[in-house]
């Protein structure tokens, strides 16, 4: 069974700390992707990677880093949280070449 | 620009009323669309991929269908457990290798018993 695990589903975090987003998945998947969802603006793209050490920004990287050490694990940094980087945080992971992504729960970030 | 559109934004239905979501697309090339349902707080659940025009994918009360500029979410027979937003997405060809998909805002659906 498909399976995208994220290391927290509620995280509370004060302005200027530096905050760990972890995403596993254990289905071999070579790319991987992180996505914010927000209100009325749906889900936006942060970074994604296709290979391990490769990583490519997508829409919103301003304010994030990633990290693929490892092909399984792919993991979204926010160097100094800000208010407004509270979120949904999505992972998600699909195969080299195939559309279907495949979903973690989430982790609702609260920046204060 | 590639652009990906959902209406309506919100739909109240009462249980057994059949009804669709919209879905289009203006993208440079169309490698599949995707269907997904959110649950509130959740992350969201593939339901469909459909990848040419003509093409149409049914499970339990949901079918999907895909024109050359449009694809429909139909709900036949709703039942309060349908209740979810549901999201539609697309691949361009040139984001076969990366995987890369671009997403409608959604439409939030409501079942009335």
């Known amino acids: 069974d498909v399976k995208v695990t994220q290391s927290s589903r509620y995280l509370v975090k004060r302005t200027g700390e530096k905050v760990f987003l972890e995403c596993v998945q254990d289905?071999?998947?070579?790319?991987m992707f992180w996505y914010r969802q927000d209100p009325g603006l749906g889900l936006r793209l942060i970074y994604f990677?296709?290979?391990?050490?490769?990583?490519e920004k997508g829409d919103i990287p301003e304010g994030y880093s990633v990290s693929r050490e490892k092909k399984e694990r792919f993991s979204l940094i926010l160097e100094s949280a800000s208010t407004n980087q509270t979120s949904m945080y999505l992972c998600?992971?699909?195969?080299?070449?195939?559309?279907?992504?495949?979903f973690g729960p989430g982790t609702r970030l609260l920046v204060l | 620009e590639d652009q990906v559109t959902q209406s309506p934004e919100a739909l109240r239905l009462q249980e057994g009323e059949s009804s669709s979501l919209n879905c289009s697309y203006t993208?440079?090339?169309?490698?599949?669309l995707f269907w997904y349902r959110q649950d509130p707080g959740k992350g969201p659940e593939f339901l469909f991929t459909?990848?040419?025009a003509g093409e149409e994918k049914e499970k339990e009360r949901l079918k999907a269908t895909l024109t050359k500029k449009e694809s429909f979410l139909h709900i036949t027979a709703p039942k309060p457990e349908d209740s979810a937003t549901y999201l539609c997405?697309?691949?361009?060809?040139?984001?076969?290798?990366?995987?890369?998909?671009?997403f409608g805002q959604g439409t939030t659906l409501q079942v009335k018993p």
């Open positions: 998600a992971s699909s195969f080299q070449g195939a559309g279907t992504q495949y």
């Open positions: 289905m071999d998947h070579e790319n």
């Open positions: 990677s296709y290979d391990v050490k490769m990583k």
């Open positions: 993208v440079s090339g169309l490698r599949g």
């Open positions: 459909l990848y040419s």
């Open positions: 997405a697309v691949q361009l060809y040139g984001s076969s290798n990366t995987g890369k998909l671009i």
